[in-house]
């Protein structure tokens, strides 16, 4: 579920060719992290901006049966979510439902 998680995003950015100041991207702009542990270790240790959204993210995640599988992936690999924003995720949550579905997955 991981890789198709990351295809997905992959595509979803290249539509709007990675442009963090489109709207329609400005939502899952942080979920990139997930893509490079390596990455994500560094903005976790900087504490950036990117890192808590996607660390609350993700936390908003654990009662989501359907994102289950997913979670479980990005923990092994050290990818975890915590209380530390209070940005509203429903665009960001809607959108990772449709990663979730395969919406935007191209093998």
Request: contains cysteine.
């Amino acid at each position: 579920m991981y890789r198709i998680l990351c295809n997905s995003l992959r595509n979803y950015a290249n539509e709007f060719d990675n442009d963090t100041g489109d709207p329609r991207f400005r939502p899952v702009y942080f979920l990139r992290l997930i893509e490079d542990p390596d990455e994500y270790a560094r903005h976790k240790l900087a504490n950036t901006g990117e890192y808590r959204l996607l660390s609350h993210f993700l936390w908003t995640l654990e009662d989501c049966e359907r994102s289950a599988q997913t979670l479980h992936e990005l923990k092994m690999l050290g990818i975890e979510g915590k209380p530390c924003s209070d940005a509203d995720f429903s665009e960001t949550n809607r959108i990772w439902q449709l990663f979730i579905k395969k919406a935007y997955w191209r093998d």
